[in-house]
């Protein structure tokens, strides 16, 4: 699954960023699952840029409330 970048996020509905937020939540999810169990080094990397997609995805739709 490829990352969000700020850019992708002004471009998205409010139900794309909701849908994608979900999607990337579960994603982490997968993620801490593999972690746990023994998980590969390249994982690290996905788990970063997952968390790190989440953040710039709920900065973006906490601006539009205010």
């Given at each position: ?45 996905a788990?970063?840029a ?17």
């Amino acid at each position: 699954m490829t990352h969000l970048k700020s850019r992708d996020i002004d471009n998205m509905s409010d139900e794309a960023k909701d849908k994608r937020l979900i999607e990337l939540r579960e994603e982490l999810l997968q993620l801490r699952a593999q972690q746990a169990l023994g998980g590969s080094a390249s994982n690290l990397g996905a788990y970063k840029a997952t968390r790190r997609s989440i953040s710039r995805l709920l900065t973006k739709m906490n601006e539009k409330k205010e």
